[in-house]
């Protein structure tokens, strides 16, 4: 099943859906790997084998996917594990925030409780004397 994922467009300031990711070929993945001198760009430690263990190697979108990013190569960076994984926790906090914030401004989610009396949400007004009066909408 394919979840659809709608985010503003900063430039066009437009909804679209975001574009799935595409796994990079050998050529690519080689392309991104002299561009980056071999390095991970976060940490600078070297992406090849070390030793007898070999460094496990991923590749990141500098702009995320669900932040309008592309699968172009010049959003692509390889990163070493170990940076990749705050990266993505990260990522996965703001995309969490926007989505929350997102389905509120559609009206995709409903208020959890009742608002408190005479508060602006209400649909009744406190009066300065005490009493509830009912809001003129």
Known sequence: MKTFEVHRD???????????RKPLSRKEYAEIFLRQDGRCPCCGQRLEVKGAREVEVWDEHVRPLWAGGTNELCNRELWCKPCTKPKTAAEATARAKSNAVRDKHIGAVKPKSRPIPGSRAS???????????????
């Open 123 to 137: 649909a009744w007004k406190r009066k300065m004397d005490g009493t509830l009066v009912k809001r003129e909408i």
């Open 10 to 20: 900063d430039e066009s300031r437009r909804w679209r859906i975001p574009e799935d």
